[in-house]
């Protein structure tokens, strides 16, 4: 999600998100939600309801399972509990 500068602050990411997740989790039957983002935008997705995954974050990257270390990842319960590791 990104949203212009001059139209922050006023719930238009949130709105989207939200409607993202219902269809993720009622038409998708997705069991958790999972993103990666930017260290300064943390508090953002915390108030949201994400959380920050304890983990590690496994990726497959040029055929090799490795750890992903470029942003932050978060998980949401939508129908189940997200994973706690790797």
């Known amino acids: 999600v990104k949203t212009h500068p001059a139209d922050r602050s006023r719930g238009h990411a949130a709105a989207a998100l939200g409607r993202a997740l219902d269809f993720l989790r009622d038409e998708a039957g997705a069991g958790f939600g999972l993103l990666v983002c930017e260290p300064a935008l943390v508090g953002f997705y915390l108030r ?20 992903f270390t470029f942003n932050r990842p978060m998980t949401v319960p939508l129908r189940d509990d997200p994973p706690a590791d790797g």
Not at 58 to 65: D, E, F, K, M, S
């Open 48 to 67: 949201l309801g994400w959380r920050e995954f304890p983990g590690t974050l496994l990726v497959r990257q040029h055929g090799a399972t490795v750890p």
